[in-house]
T-cell receptor
Framework: GQQLNQSPQSMFIQEGEDVSMNCTSSSIFNTWLWYKQDPGEGPVLLIALYKAGELTSNGRLTAQFGITRKDSFLNISASIPSDVGIYFCAGQNYGGSQGNLIFGKGTKLSVKP | DGGITQSPKYLFRKEGQNVTLSCEQNLNHDAMYWYRQDPGQGLRLIYYSQIVNDFQKGDIAEGYSVSREKKESFPLTVTSAQKNPTAFYLC????????????FGSGTRLTVV
């Protein structure tokens, strides 16, 4: 099935550093979403983006919906140990099975105190 | 509070046995999904259902079966035909058209012993 290209696959950073990850697609989406999965739990929605070019923040997290509608990025500023987990991007269109999400393979973030 | 509940959290199965994973939601969501997660593989879609009494195969449906007799419930059976069933299984739901993203359960870790 279709998947998004998410990079990097993993990151090992020092506490306090900024983090950047991105997602690209060969097709356009109407909505981009970013999820975080804590170890042993289900993913939780962090940010949803609805409009091309949109820049949205949620605390230390900032995400952008690419102007071409084929990409998105997520930045985390001043990382802390609880940022550890897997971050997934997802693209979504509207209506019927098009409402199904297409996921990236995830970026695994490790933070060294 | 509305949510989506998966049970049990941990499940052990003997080789050759069928096992059923439970997924219940009280969000009044129409669509429900089952994903399998292996390390480094991201989220792989097993089955999904857009409406009661209807469901479609995802990318890796072989060895699995589902039913959708009630809007609230979407159980997944891992059959003995599934050659490598040990994995983390996630259930998710989505509201009506125009609603964004999925709500995930907390997952079931299945181990074949």
């Amino acid at each position: 099935g279709q998947q998004l290209n998410q990079s990097p696959q993993s990151m090992f950073i020092q506490e306090g550093e900024d983090v950047s990850m991105n997602c690209t697609s060969s097709s356009i989406f109407n909505t981009w979403l970013w999820y975080k999965q804590d170890p042993g739990e289900g993913p939780v929605l962090l940010i949803a983006l609805y409009k091309a070019g949109e820049l949205t923040s949620n605390g230390r997290l900032t995400a952008q919906f690419g102007i071409t509608r084929k990409d998105s990025f997520l930045n985390i500023s001043a990382s802390i140990p609880s940022d550890v987990g897997i971050y997934f991007c997802a693209g979504q269109n509207y209506g019927g099975s098009q409402g199904n999400l297409i996921f990236g393979k995830g970026t695994k973030l490790s933070v060294k105190p | 509070d509305g949510g989506i509940t998966q049970s049990p959290k941990y499940l052990f199965r003997k080789e050759g046995q069928n096992v059923t994973l439970s997924c219940e939601q009280n969000l009044n969501h129409d669509a429900m999904y089952w994903y399998r997660q292996d390390p480094g593989q991201g989220l792989r879609l097993i089955y999904y259902s857009q409406i009661v009494n209807d469901f479609q195969k995802g990318d890796i449906a072989e060895g699995y079966s589902v039913s959708r007799e009630k809007k609230e419930s979407f159980p997944l059976t891992v059959t003995s035909a599934q050659k490598n069933p040990t994995a983390f299984y996630l259930c998710a739901s989505r509201g009506d058209r125009g609603s964004y993203g999925y709500t995930f359960g907390s997952g079931t870790r299945l181990t074949v012993v």
